[in-house]
């Protein structure tokens, strides 16, 4: 399961740092996020049919081609 903190930032700075998690089982992706890293929120869940190995990596979209998004990632890891 990839782990990475996230921090959601407002015009004064962090608001609040998240950590976020995918889990792979089959062809079934879950998104969950967590602000202790205990408790976890199921927040997506997406059906895709890829090979049996793939790359992952953190990602960022503003989804607003007019808008600047900002990210920094931390604390990255995968595990099998």
Not at 15 to 31: D, Y
Not at 49 to 57: D, E, I, N, P, Q
Not at 64 to 80: C, G, I, L, M, V
Request: glycine share 4%.
């Amino acid at each position: 399961m990839p782990k990475t903190k996230a921090c959601w930032r407002n015009s004064i700075g962090c608001t609040r740092e998240l950590k976020l998690r995918v889990e792979r089982r089959g062809e079934r992706f879950s998104a969950f996020a967590s602000t202790n890293g205990k408790s976890w929120r199921l927040y997506a869940v997406q059906l895709l049919a890829l090979a049996a190995a793939v790359y992952v990596g953190p990602a960022l979209t503003s989804h607003n081609p007019q808008a600047e998004a900002k990210a920094s990632f931390r604390d990255y890891t995968e595990s099998k």
